[in-house]
């Protein structure tokens, strides 16, 4: 069935670098994706949504892309900090408002 | 206050035993959701409710029930509880049409021995 998926599920990076995580979705009619932030013993947390007409979307120190032709979300942390260590979600919906599909989570380790 | 409430925060039960799990929200949204949570795989859907008189079931709705009280309240059951149901489960509501996806509880982590 339709699903989203994420290519790792550990991530280690040193304090301060970039990081990359790295979404596929398999539904083409997906039109919202949200990417949430999950930290230890806390349910899950918005960070940045974009639609499907958009490419980038910029945050405070984060940047969404999105690929439609080859169906690939990522979340870009620029200088990551430890605060930045927890699982990340991305999620996507046929539209905002819709419900969403989660995918399975990748795990952000910040090493000081 | 949080604006989305789930009790208790953590709970030991027996197998057998019937227990609620309690969500309330602040936020005035029409959608409430049960989420469970495994290590390693992500976030389940259990149930869903649209409305106060809608329910449906999501991909893993087997030994779990919900009742909708009111658009604020959303409770899930387990009628008897099973070990392969200790999990964390996650209560979430969102706003028909509207962005920034859904809004989570802090969570219950359910321990079943």
């Known amino acids: 069935g339709e699903s989203v998926g994420l290519h790792l599920p550990t991530l280690s990076v040193q304090e301060g670098d970039n990081s990359i995580i790295n979404c596929a979705y398999s539904?083409?009619?997906?039109?919202?994706f949200i990417w949430y932030k999950q930290e230890s013993g806390k349910g899950p947390q918005f960070i940045i949504d974009i639609r499907s007409n958009m490419d980038k979307r910029q945050g405070q120190r984060v940047t969404v892309l999105l690929n439609k032709t080859v169906k690939h979300l990522s979340l870009q942390i620029a200088a990551t900090q430890p605060g930045d260590s927890a699982v990340y979600f991305c999620?996507?919906?046929?539209?905002?408002?819709?419900?969403?599909?989660f995918g399975g989570g990748t795990r952000l380790m910040v090493k000081p | 206050d949080a604006d989305v409430t789930q009790t208790p925060r953590n709970r030991i039960t027996k197998t057998g035993k019937r227990i609620m799990l309690e969500c309330s929200q602040t936020?005035?949204?029409?959608?409430m959701y049960w989420y469970r949570q495994d290590p390693g795989l992500g976030l389940r859907l259990i149930y869903y409710?649209?409305?106060?008189?809608?329910?449906n079931k999501g991909e893993i709705s087997d030994g779990y029930s919900v009742s909708r009280q009111a658009q604020a309240k959303f409770s899930l059951s387990l009628e008897s509880a099973i070990p392969n149901q200790t999990a964390l489960y996650f209560c979430?509501?969102?706003?028909?049409?509207?962005?920034?996806?859904?809004?989570f509880g802090s969570g219950t982590r359910l321990t079943v021995v």
């Open positions: 979430a509501t969102s706003d028909t049409g509207k962005r920034y996806g859904y809004t």
């Open positions: 539904n083409s009619a997906s039109d919202y």
């Open positions: 999620a996507e919906s046929r539209s905002a408002g819709n419900m969403l599909t």
């Open positions: 409710s649209f409305d106060v008189k809608d329910i």
């Open positions: 936020k005035g949204h029409d959608r």
